[in-house]
């Protein structure tokens, strides 16, 4: 049934939420300390973002199944208080395995946010305003991924203690808590839900596969960009670990003015084209990255990255729904599964780091991008089959 109302007081209660979802990104500030606080190799340190992403592999099709049967407020209620509580660990016990743990929490909580939130979105605004609220809900995702590192470094320089982020965003995770559990909702129900067999069979198509793993190599390329900016500025130019902080957050400033001006953009342009330039301009600027002879042109560098990048993954996952929009819901929960990229590349870029260097590691998400900027290829050899 078509929504033609908008929910205003419930509307600010489900925004929020999405700042509590970008909580996720304090990875890439976090591993980089965490390496410096207990001496760790690259590979280990890099297991810091592999125990928040492996999750949406595991749990996003589970969560689906638990929404429909107990609702998506509730759902969401819960992955907010699990990312509360994995906060606050850290702040209370700083070890390497409390921290461990507390990115564990993190994943799950960030998993069943993202699972729910969209959805329940969509129970809130018009149908004919989804899109463009969806807009602004990933804008407000990247505005809270931006302030993480910012509020590092404000901790260090008048505190002398980075943990203190996990403090502001426990009590904020409490806060947007409250508000959305005191705010009454009308859900929708689906009548169609995804399950296991359906949506593994889709991986038999040849293009699903294409896209899942366009999906998976996209969400690894940002992960890796977000955790390892650190060491590039370090590992290269000496740069101190809290300046060099700073060029996560110009990372994460260039995402969002991307996804704020890719909102006004897709509506208005082609869609194909827009993902062909951004995965080729995202090439182009990760091999100038590389050959960087200065951090100053390493920063600029950072900031054209996530530029180019920032809409590959709505462009990527709404194109391969709208080819088979049918299948919407299989397809999404293979999607969101496919976030998993971000456990498995930063390994990966530790692993090259250790054997070759921190700039062969870059050389991986060189590949990645590739790979994206060919998935405009097989979009066209599947329009062209419909004709």
Do not use: C
């Not at 509590?20 to 390496?35: C, E, K, L, P, W």
């Not at 995804?194 to 998976?216: H, Y």
């Not at 827009?274 to 090439?283: K, N, R």
């Amino acid at each position: 049934m078509a929504n033609n109302t908008l929910n205003y007081k419930a509307l600010f209660p489900v925004l929020f939420t999405y700042v509590v979802m970008g909580f996720v990104d304090i990875v890439g500030v976090s591993t980089g300390y965490a390496q410096r606080d207990f001496d760790l190799s690259p590979e280990t340190a890099q297991l810091i973002p592999s125990m928040v992403f492996i999750w949406f592999f595991f749990l996003s099709i589970p969560i689906g199944i638990l929404q429909h049967n107990y609702g998506k407020r509730k759902l969401l209620l819960t992955g907010i208080a699990l990312t509360g509580i994995g906060m606050f660990i850290p702040f209370i016990v700083y070890t390497y395995i409390t921290l461990l743990g507390s990115f564990i929490l993190l994943g799950v909580g960030n998993t069943i946010i993202q699972v729910a939130s969209n959805p329940l979105l969509k129970d809130v605004v018009s149908d004919k305003k989804f899109a463009s609220f969806m807009s602004l809900s990933q804008f407000i995702k990247a505005l809270s991924s931006l302030f993480g590192p910012i509020i590092v470094t404000y901790m260090v320089s008048l505190f002398g203690d980075w943990k203190l982020v996990f403090l502001v965003y426990g009590i904020i995770s409490i806060l947007t808590g409250i508000g959305l559990g005191l705010t009454s909702i009308e859900e929708s129900e689906s009548m169609v839900k995804a399950s296991f067999s359906s949506s593994i069979k889709l991986l038999k198509d040849p293009f699903v596969l294409s896209m899942v793993l366009a999906i998976f190599l996209i969400v690894g390329l940002d992960v890796g960009m977000n955790t390892n900016i650190q060491n590039l500025l370090v590992e290269r130019f000496g740069v101190s670990l809290e300046n060099a902080s700073l060029g996560i957050s110009i990372y994460f400033t260039s995402l969002m003015i991307s996804r704020f001006g890719g909102a006004m953009l897709l509506s208005k342009i082609d869609n194909y084209k827009f993902l062909l330039w951004s995965a080729l301009s995202t090439v182009l600027f990760l091999v100038f990255l590389i050959f960087s002879p200065n951090p100053t042109f390493t920063k600029v560098s950072i900031f054209l990255i996530g530029l180019s990048s920032g809409n590959l993954f709505p462009l990527v996952f709404s194109l391969t729904i709208s080819q088979i929009p049918n299948r919407a819901n299989e397809i999404s929960g293979l999607m969101i599964m496919a976030v998993v990229g971000g456990a498995v590349i930063p390994p990966l870029m530790g692993i090259l780091n250790s054997a070759f260097g921190i700039l062969a590691s870059f050389g991986l998400l060189v590949l990645s991008a590739l790979y994206v900027f060919s998935v405009y290829f097989i979009f066209q050899k599947k329009n062209r089959s419909y004709k």
